[in-house]
């Protein structure tokens, strides 16, 4: 075999996304399974020849009206992925996140079908990537369009980690400057806001492997430790320690989590975190 062969078969090698195929495989037999979505799955994934190029019709798809047609939506999510690959390995870790936390979720394909939060949180890493790159109208834009047909606001300029998951998703609200860590869990209806009117760094600062539940309001330039779990309804406007359980109106401390990441685990109990 010619040495030019073998780097061509190793390169070969070294580009297959496993992920991808195993997407692929799933809808594959989702399609057998319902004849009647088969287009609809053609259109999603079996045509497409990798999961960025899924990942950019499909949001491209949902979004798009009479401002900006989804085949102009979709150049930009190809230009975004393509300039900037970090977007899709965080896109992936996502993908898995969902997976690993959501019991719901028994197949990698489902997010990218179906999803609100997911599709969402991507949209939100193009218009992030647009956001830093001078282009902040279409980034507004694009969180507008998110708002309206998603019922979550996340503003382009948050920074936001890899493996997060965004359960439901209604309502949730993501402030300009925001800090959210990897591996960070949340539901629908959570804020992480601000606190009046006054510019410059006022929102939340959310550390590795938080757990924030349903309906959690977390307001003004604080901090949420490493491994904290905040549960739901709670209204958080003090900095909340690492591995610590708060909860209430306002929060206070109630216990400490079982586990070193809460995120992962999505147990919203307290009961047991006790002090």
């Not at 965004?166 to 949340?186: K, P, R």
Request: with cysteine.
């Amino acid at each position: 075999m010619s040495k030019q062969k073998q780097m061509n078969q190793k390169d070969a090698v070294q580009t297959k996304d496993p992920l991808w195929e195993t997407i692929h495989g799933e809808v594959t037999l989702l399609a057998q399974q319902e004849p009647v979505l088969t287009s609809f799955f053609y259109d999603a994934v079996l045509s497409h020849k990798s999961l960025e190029e899924a990942l950019a019709y499909n949001l491209a798809a949902q979004i798009d009206n009479s401002v900006l047609s989804a085949l102009t939506i979709r150049e930009v999510f190809v230009e975004a992925l393509s300039a900037e690959p970090a977007i899709g390995d965080s896109m992936r870790k996502d993908l898995t996140a969902y997976v690993e936390r959501d019991p719901a979720c028994d197949q990698y394909c489902l997010p990218l079908l179906y999803f609100k939060g997911f599709h969402a949180l991507q949209i939100y890493r193009v218009a992030n990537w647009l956001w830093r790159n001078g282009r902040q109208s279409l980034a507004l834009y694009l969180q507008n369009r998110v708002s309206e047909i998603f019922a979550v606001d996340i503003h382009p300029g948050a920074e936001i980690g890899s493996g997060i998951m965004i359960d439901h998703a209604t309502g949730l609200v993501i402030g300009e400057t925001t800090v959210i860590g990897d591996n960070v869990s949340m539901l629908h209806s959570v804020t992480l806001g601000g606190t009046g009117s006054h510019a410059g760094d006022r929102h939340p600062k959310i550390r590795c492997g938080v757990l924030i539940a349903a309906g959690a309001k977390i307001l003004g330039n604080i901090e949420v430790g490493e491994g904290a779990k905040i549960g739901a309804g709670s209204l958080v406007l003090e900095p909340v320690p690492a591995h610590t359980t708060v909860a209430g109106v306002p929060a206070k401390i109630v216990g400490h989590p079982t586990e070193a990441e809460p995120a992962r685990e999505m147990d919203q109990r307290i009961d047991g975190d006790g002090i």
